[in-house]
């Protein structure tokens, strides 16, 4: 069936499980991973308050939702000592690996880490050369991508890695047009035998790099995405940096906008989505809420919201980074060069950190 996920890892289960990795203002190479439960096909929030996003009293706190680790973090012996960084991470190389960068100001330059929400184990990978606090990582037929800046001059970098050698190869940079000025990456997707990057340096700007050719190319149109998006068949969904969920196709340029908006999207599959979005909480305590909401997609362009609820985190100054779910593999199609057969999870032997 079009939108259902190719695997699910609970399939005896009656839940998915939802992370959500949020990063600290006060600390951004430190991060925390919360664990939320989904109700297979209800859409059900379990443990949280029902509720939509409105001021939360003080007298009346929604169910605390402690985090399942915490990462570089200085009291924990399996990571890095805490410093001014910067965090980044991305699931790869299975649905339950958690791949993380920091970058730092101490030599040596630490390695990459992962976490593993199956196992709940840590262990190494090697960090790409020109990591800086401009990185991004995407993940994509089977490697990990690296898109940051190396110098002024040089532009913006591009690495490749391969989780099976635990090495880094260097792709051609990014075009000249993105580093002529301040660019941020907003967000990506993987579409066919390309990985579309959307750029925000003075205006929104997509561009596809093709994995074959190895050659970069623009896409014509305007269109922004924040963080993942999802493809299902040849229909692209996301969330734009406004904070509204839009749909379009990347062989036209036409899009349609969802009045729907979010903090991070995770695809349960199906054309089910939960989204993750907290803000600062004035009321006090000392504590600031997530609220989570599970909607579908059912009759283009409506949305059918299945359910909306709060916890509450016991911390403040604080924003979500990236949500994913290890319960459903990401789907996109791949062009003609690169469906060839499924390639294998790479299994070389790790050291896990204690």
């Known amino acids: 069936m079009e939108g259902e996920c190719s695997m699910l890892v609970k399939q005896e289960s009656t839940y998915k499980s939802v992370f959500i990795l949020a990063r600290t203002f ?10 939320v439960k989904i109700g297979q096909g209800s859409g059900d929030i379990m443990g949280a308050r029902e509720g939509i996003p409105v001021p939360i009293d003080a007298q009346d706190r929604p169910p605390l939702l402690h985090p399942v680790t915490k990462f570089f973090d200085d009291e924990k012996s399996h990571t890095v000592f805490s410093y001014n960084g910067s965090l980044v991470a991305v699931t790869f190389n299975g649905p ?9 100001s101490v030599e040596p330059k630490p390695e990459g880490r992962v976490f593993d929400t199956e196992t ?4 190494n990978f090697k960090r790409p050369k020109s990591f800086g606090r401009g990185a991004n990582l995407i993940p994509a037929y089977g490697k990990l991508y690296h898109l940051g800046r190396w110098g002024l001059r040089e532009g913006p970098a591009f690495e490749r890695y391969d989780p099976c050698n635990d090495c880094w190869e ?3 940079h990014a075009p000249a047009e993105l580093f002529r000025g301040i660019w941020t990456v907003t967000g990506y997707a993987i579409y066919g035998d390309n990985i579309l990057v959307s750029f925000r340096p003075y205006r929104d700007n997509v561009f596809a790099f093709h994995v074959i050719e190895n050659k970069w190319h623009p896409v014509s149109g305007s269109i ?39 903090e991070y999207m995770v695809h349960l599959g199906n054309l089910e989505f939960c989204r993750v979005c907290t803000a600062v909480d004035n009321s006090g305590g000392g504590r600031q809420p997530i609220w989570i909401t599970t909607f579908q997609i059912v009759d283009s362009p409506h949305i059918k919201i299945l359910h909306s609820a709060v916890f509450d985190v016991d911390m403040t100054d604080y924003y979500i980074y990236y949500s994913f779910t290890p319960d459903c593999e990401d ?3 791949k ?20």
């Not at 006060?26 to 664990?35: D, P, T, V």
């Not at 339950?96 to 730092?104: E, G, I, N």
């Not at 709940?120 to 262990?123: D, E, G, N, T």
Request: proline share 5%.
């Open 335 to 354: 062009g003609e060069e690169t469906k060839g057969p499924q390639e294998k999870r790479c299994k070389r032997k790790r050291d896990c950190i204690e």
């Open 224 to 262: 922004s995405i924040r963080g993942r998006a999802v493809v299902v068949g040849d229909t692209i969904y996301a969330l734009s940096t406004a904070f509204q969920m839009v749909k379009f196709s990347f062989d036209s340029s036409m899009y349609s906008i969802y009045n729907h908006k979010a």
């Open 120 to 123: 709940k184990s840590f262990y």
């Open 331 to 333: 789907d996109e199609p």
């Open 96 to 104: 339950s690996k958690l791949y993380m960068l920091v970058t730092a």
């Open 170 to 172: 260097p792709l051609p």
């Open 26 to 35: 006060r600390r951004a190479c430190q991060g925390y991973l919360f664990e």
